[in-house]
C-alpha cells in the first residue's frame, strides 16, 4: 500500500516466503557481506537459499513412518497465566506417543511460551495436570521435572539455555553437575567434568578449540549443538524442544532435525513447538495447533498441507471448510 | 595477527595499565601542587620498604582489606554489588570484641568462637539484605548502604550502653582470645602485624576453593552469570542469592574480627566509617574478583595508605593524594572501555602503516 | 499545650534548616537518576560542593564581598558540582563503566581531592572558619501569623526557602516541559527515545550535570549554614540520606521533599530528644537509625513499592 504512494520500503527477514511474496529486489547478505543483489522475480527460494548458506541444500527430512507406542507426556486441562496474570493457556489437552514428534504449530503469542514453561516448571500451573511417564509433574520444579526424564531445549539459547561465560563443558554439565561423578561431596570433579565434555563434543560435532572454551566465543550453530547435546545425551522419555532451529545456519538445521528424529526412533516422545511451518510439517507426525491457548485441532502431518495449517492457525474450524473466510 | 584484546592476558593487562595512569595522574597532581613527584613517590616507596616497622605496618593494613575485598567479590560473582561491607565489617568487630570480653576460655575454643562471633554477625548484616533482594526484589546497594549506618549506630550505641570502659572504647579482650603476635611484631620492628595476616590468605585461599571447586560455587557463578538459565537448569535462585550474602557478609564480618581480636584488641563508638568496607570495592574492582588480584591488589592499597604517613613527613605531601590514586585507579578499572579502545587504535595505526 | 508549642517553635525550624541540603541534593539525584544514571556519587558531590563553597566564601570575603560572599560561594559550588560531575558522566555514559562503581570513586576521589587541596593550602586538615555567616531570619509579615508564623517563618535561613522554591521548579520541569519528558523517556525507555530522535548521551550528561550542580549547593549550604568551615569530616553520610530521600520519596520531588523534611525532623528529634517529656526515654539510637530503617521498608514495599525508573544502571 505504501508502495503505490510512492515510498521505499526495506524489508529486513530470513524468511524466504515473505521475500517472494512482497518484494521488488532482494539483496542477500552472508556474514556481514553482501552476497548479490537479485529481482525476486528471477529467483526461487531454493536459489535464495543456495546463496545465504553457499550450497545447495535440501529442506526436506529423510524419516521413517513413525511407530508410536505408549502415551508419555499426558497434559489435562492446563491453564496457565503470563506475567500480566492472563489466561494464555486455557484448558490445553495433549497427549505424545513413546515414539512419535508431535509439532505445536500456531501464531507467535497464542501459549506456546507459557505452555512449555509451565510444563518444565519455569511457570506456575494454575489448573490442570501435566503428567510424564505416569509420574505427575504438574507442580514439580525444574530440577525434578528434569529427573522425571523431561529434556527441554529452550526456545531463547542465550536467556535461558546457556551461561555464556562459563565453559563449554560446564554448559554441557548444567543439568548434571550435583550428580555422582561429577560432584563428589559437594565438591566438583573436574576430571570427569571435563571427560565427559569431551566425549559429548566429539559426538555432537560441536565445533569448538577445546571444552574449556568460553561458550560465549561459539557460533551459534554451536551453541544450540552444545544445549542439544546436553539436554539429548541424558536419553530423556520426553524431549520438549521449543524453537531449536531459530536463527541457525541450513547445515546445523540439518544436524538437530536428524537428532530429533533420531531420539523418536528410540522410542522417546518429542515435543516440537515451533513458527516455523515448514519445520513443523517436515519433521511432525502429528502436529497439534495451537490457537488462543487450546489445542484447537490434531492433523497427521502427512494429510495436511500449509494451507489448512493456516487456516487453523488463524481460528478457522478443519469442518468449516476453506471458503469461510 | 594475535589480539590483545581477546587474550586472557588482557584482565591482567587493564589493571596494570590503570595503575600505571592513577600514578601519573598523582604525579601530575603533585606537580600542579608544587611539589616534587619524585620525593614524593620515593618517600612513598620508603614509606612502605624503608623500614620493617613500615612493612609489617603494611601487611598489617592489609588484613581488614583482604578480607572486604574478598567480601565484594564474592557476591559479585553472584550478580550482586554488596555496598554493606563496612557494616558488615563493623557488626563483625563489635560482636568478636563483645565475645573476646565476656567469655573466659582457653585460647583453642576462645578465638575460634570469637572470629565465628565477628562471622555470624557478618553474615546475619548480610543476610537482610539478601533475602529482601530474593523475596522482594529490593535492590541490594540501597539496602545496604542503609544497613551500613544502622550498623554504626547500633554497635556505637551499645558499646555506649553496655561496654564503654574508658573513652569512646570498651575494655581489651582477654589473651585468649587475641590474634596479637609477640613473634611477628618483633620481626616487624613492633608493628601491629599479627597472626590475622594468615587467616586472610587462608580466605583468599577458601575463596578461590569456594567458588571454582564446589557444587555451590558453581551454582554461585552460575545465577550471578544469568539467573533465567539457572533456573531452567534447576538451581534455586533465591537461595544462592541470599547464601552469596550471606557469605558475603561472613567474610566482612571475619574482617572486623581480624581488626578487634588483631589490630586493635578493644571495639570503639566510631564517628566516621572505617572505610575499609568501601576500599574492599577497589581491591575487589581492581583484582578483578580474583583470588590472588585480591591479595596483591590489598598490597597495592595498603601500601599506598601505609606509605602515604610517610609522603607527608619526609616529602611533605598530603596524605590524601593516596586516596585520590586509589579513586583514579578505580575509574580506569570501571572504565575498561577507554583501555580497550586507546589500544584498538594504536592497533589499528600500526596495521595503517 | 503552650510547652508542646514551644518545643515546635524549635524543632519545626531546626528540622527544616537539617532538611534543606537534603532536600536539593536529592532533587539533583532525581534528575540524574530519571535519566537513567544512578548516582551513588551524591556524597561525593555534596563534598565538593561544601569544599567549594566554604573555599569560595573565605575568597570572595578576602576580596571585600561581605555578606555576599556566602552567595557567591554558593554559585562556586554550583559550578564546581556540576563540572566534577563530569567525572561520573564521562565514566558512566561514554566510557560505559558501571554507575555503581563509578559512583563509588568519585565519593573517593572529591574527599581525597578537596582534603588535599586544604592541606595544601591551610596546611592542616581543615579550612579556616568563614566569618560572613547566613543570617537566620524572620521572614516579614509571614512570621507574625500566630502559630504557623514562628514555626515555619522565624529563625529561618533564606536558603531554606531557596530548596522549597526548586521543588516546585523540579517539579515543573520533570512533568510539564517537553525537557522533562525527555528526560523521563530517556530514563526509562533509552532505545525508544532514541528512535524518536532524543539525544540519550546528551539528556544523560545534563541529567549527570544537574546533579552535580544541586548537590553542590546542598553541600555548600550546609557547610555555611551548619559547619561553618570544611574538613574530612564535614560531609559524613550526608549524600547518601540524600539518596535514601530520593528513593523514599520514589523518585519524585515532592516525595523527596517529604521524605527529606522527614529526615531532617529525625535529626532534630535526636539531637533535641532530650528536652522532650515522653520522647527522652527513647534512646538516641532509634531515632538516629530511624531514617534507613524506614528507607529499607520502603524499599520492601511496606510503605508503597518504590519503583526505580526503568533503564537505571544500563549500561548499554
Known amino acids: 500500500m505504501w508502495q503505490t504512494e510512492g515510498k521505499s520500503i526495506i524489508l529486513i527477514t530470513h524468511k524466504l516466503k515473505e521475500i517472494m511474496q512482497v518484494c521488488d529486489r532482494c539483496t542477500v547478505i552472508r556474514r556481514g557481506r553482501g552476497v548479490g543483489t537479485v529481482d525476486v522475480a528471477d529467483t526461487s527460494e531454493n536459489k535464495l537459499a543456495e546463496m545465504m548458506v553457499g550450497r545447495e541444500v535440501s529442506f526436506a527430512v529423510e524419516k521413517e513412518t513413525a511407530v508410536p507406542k505408549e502415551t508419555v507426556l499426558s497434559i489435562k486441562d492446563l491453564q496457565v497465566e503470563d506475567t500480566r496474570k492472563v489466561d494464555v493457556v486455557n484448558g490445553l489437552n495433549l497427549d505424545v506417543r513413546a515414539g512419535e514428534i508431535v509439532g505445536v504449530a500456531g501464531v507467535d503469542g497464542n501459549g506456546q511460551t507459557e505452555l512449555v514453561e509451565a510444563m518444565t516448571g519455569l511457570r506456575l500451573v494454575k489448573a490442570g495436570s501435566v503428567t510424564v511417564s505416569e509420574q505427575d509433574i504438574t507442580h514439580y520444579k525444574p530440577r525434578k521435572v528434569t529427573e522425571a526424564g523431561v529434556g527441554h531445549i529452550p526456545e531463547d539459547r542465550h536467556k535461558h539455555g546457556m551461561v555464556m561465560a562459563f565453559t563449554v563443558a560446564e554448559n554441557m554439565l548444567l543439568q548434571t553437575y550435583y550428580q555422582f561423578p561429577y560432584t563428589k561431596k559437594g565438591i566438583l570433579n573436574y576430571p570427569n567434568i571435563y571427560e565427559k565434555a569431551k566425549a559429548l563434543i566429539q559426538e555432537y560435532d560441536v565445533r569448538t578449540p577445546n571444552e574449556k572454551t568460553p561458550a560465549r566465543s561459539l557460533s551459534g550453530g554451536n551453541q544450540q549443538k552444545m544445549i542439544i547435546a546436553r539436554e539429548v545425551n541424558r536419553s530423556p522419555d520426553m524431549l520438549i524442544a521449543a524453537q531449536p532451529t531459530r536463527g541457525l545456519d541450513v547445515g546445523a538445521i540439518e544436524f538437530i532435525h536428524g537428532k530429533l528424529v533420531e531420539e523418536r526412533d528410540k522410542g522417546h516422545a518429542v515435543l516440537l513447538v515451533s513458527l516455523e511451518l515448514d519445520e513443523i510439517l517436515n519433521l511432525s507426525d502429528r502436529i497439534a495447533v495451537i490457537y488462543e491457548g487450546t489445542i484447537v485441532d490434531i492433523v497427521k502431518a502427512d494429510e495436511t498441507d500449509e494451507k489448512e495449517l493456516g487456516l487453523l492457525m488463524a481460528g478457522g474450524k478443519r469442518e468449516a471448510g476453506e471458503g469461510q473466510r | 595477527m594475535k589480539n590483545l584484546l581477546t587474550s586472557r592476558w588482557f584482565g591482567l593487562f587493564i589493571p596494570l595499565i590503570a595503575i600505571g595512569f592513577g600514578f601519573f595522574a598523582g604525579a601530575l597532581i603533585m606537580l600542579i601542587s608544587g611539589n616534587n613527584p619524585v620525593t614524593g613517590y620515593v618517600a612513598l616507596v620508603e614509606g612502605v620498604f624503608g623500614d620493617l616497622y613500615y612493612f609489617g605496618e603494611t601487611l598489617q593494613q592489609m588484613i581488614p582489606l583482604i578480607f572486604s575485598g574478598i567480601a565484594v567479590a564474592f557476591a559479585f560473582r553472584t550478580g550482586l554489588l554488596n555496598i554493606g561491607v563496612e557494616g558488615q565489617l563493623i557488626v563483625g568487630w563489635f560482636a568478636a570484641v563483645i565475645v573476646g570480653i565476656s567469655i573466659e576460655a582457653p585460647l583453642m575454643i576462645h578465638l575460634p568462637l570469637a572470629i565465628l562471633g565477628g562471622a555470624i554477625a557478618g553474615a546475619l548484616w548480610g543476610f537482610v539484605p539478601g533475602l529482601l533482594k530474593a523475596r522482594l526484589q529490593v535492590h541490594e546497594v540501597i539496602v545496604t548502604i542503609m544497613m551500613n549506618y544502622i550498623a554504626m549506630h547500633v554497635a556505637n550505641a551499645l558499646i555506649r550502653a553496655y561496654f564503654q570502659e574508658s573513652g569512646q572504647r570498651t575494655a581489651f579482650i582477654h589473651d585468649s582470645a587475641s590474634l596479637a603476635s609477640e613473634f611477628l611484631a618483633e620481626i616487624t620492628n613492633f608493628s601491629r602485624l599479627h597472626w590475622g595476616f594468615f587467616l586472610a590468605v587462608l580466605a583468599c585461599v577458601l575463596m578461590w576453593f569456594l567458588l571454582w571447586k564446589t557444587k555451590l560455587g558453581f551454582e554461585l557463578r552460575s545465577v550471578g552469570h544469568n539467573r533465567q538459565a539457572s533456573a531452567y537448569a534447576g538451581m534455586n535462585v533465591n537461595t544462592n542469592i541470599i547464601m552469596s550474602m550471606s557469605i558475603s557478609g561472613g567474610f566482612a564480618g571475619v574482617g572486623g574480627a581480624m581488626l578487634g581480636l588483631g589490630t586493635f584488641e578493644y571495639a570503639e563508638i566510631l564517628s566516621s566509617f572505617t572505610d575499609y568496607g568501601f576500599d574492599g570495592i577497589a581491591v575487589a574492582l581492581l583484582g578483578a574478583s580474583n583470588a590472588i588480584g585480591i591479595f596483591f591488589s590489598s598490597f597495592l592499597f595498603g601500601g599506598l595508605q601505609q606509605g602515604a604517613n610517610n609522603m607527608q613527613g619526609q616529602a611533605n605531601v598530603a596524605p590524601e593524594l593516596a586516596d585520590i590514586i586509589i579513586a583514579l585507579i578505580i575509574f580506569f578499572v570501571a572504565s575498561s572501555y577507554l583501555i580497550r579502545w586507546i589500544y584498538s587504535r594504536l592497533q589499528s595505526k600500526k596495521e595503517g602503516k | ?316
Open chain 3, 1 to 316: 499545650m503552650a510547652d508542646i508549642l514551644q518545643i515546635l517553635y524549635t524543632i519545626v525550624p531546626a528540622a527544616l534548616i537539617a532538611s534543606t541540603p537534603l532536600l536539593l541534593t536529592a532533587l539533583g539525584g532525581l534528575f540524574s537518576e530519571r535519566s537513567g544514571v544512578v548516582n551513588i556519587g551524591l556524597e561525593g558531590l555534596m563534598v565538593m560542593g561544601a569544599f567549594s563553597g566554604i573555599v569560595g566564601t573565605l575568597f570572595f570575603e578576602s576580596i571585600g564581598f561581605g555578606f555576599a560572599s556566602p552567595w557567591m560561594g554558593m554559585l562556586a559550588a554550583i559550578i564546581l558540582g556540576a563540572v566534577f560531575s563530569l567525572f561520573h558522566a564521562v565514566a558512566s555514559i561514554t566510557l560505559k563503566a558501571d554507575q555503581i562503581v563509578s559512583g563509588v570513586a568519585l565519593n573517593f576521589l572529591a574527599l581525597g581531592l578537596s582534603v588535599f587541596i586544604v592541606r595544601e593550602v591551610f596546611d592542616r586538615g581543615q579550612t579556616d572558619a568563614i566569618s560572613a555567616r547566613l543570617f537566620r531570619i524572620d521572614v516579614p509579615f509571614l512570621s507574625e501569623i500566630p502559630v504557623i508564623g514562628p514555626m515555619f517563618f522565624s529563625r529561618i535561613y533564606a536558603t531554606t526557602f531557596l530548596a522549597f522554591i526548586v521543588v516546585a521548579i523540579v517539579w515543573y520541569v520533570i512533568f510539564k516541559t517537553p525537557f522533562g519528558l525527555r528526560l523521563r523517556s530517556v530514563g526509562e525507555h533509552p532505545m525508544a527515545a532514541d528512535t524518536m530522535g532524543i539525544k540519550v548521551t546528551r539528556m544523560r550528561y545534563i541529567g549527570v550535570m544537574l546533579s552535580g550542580a544541586l548537590g553542590g549547593l546542598g553541600g555548600a549550604i550546609f557547610a555555611i549554614t551548619t559547619a561553618g568551615n570544611f574538613s574530612a569530616g564535614t560531609i559524613v553520610g550526608q549524600g547518601f540520606m540524600a539518596l535514601a530521600a530520593l528513593i523514599f520519596g520514589k523518585w519524585h520531588p515532592v516525595g523527596a521533599m517529604g521524605a527529606a523534611v522527614f529526615f531532617g525532623f529525625a535529626q532534630a528529634l535526636s539531637i533535641s530528644a532530650q528536652q522532650i517529656p515522653g520522647l527522652a526515654e527513647i534512646p538516641q539510637v532509634y531515632m538516629l537509625i530511624l531514617p534507613y530503617v524506614l528507607t529499607i521498608l520502603a524499599l520492601a514495599g511496606f510503605v508503597g513499592k518504590a519503583e526505580p525508573p526503568k533503564a537505571l544502571n544500563q549500561t548499554d
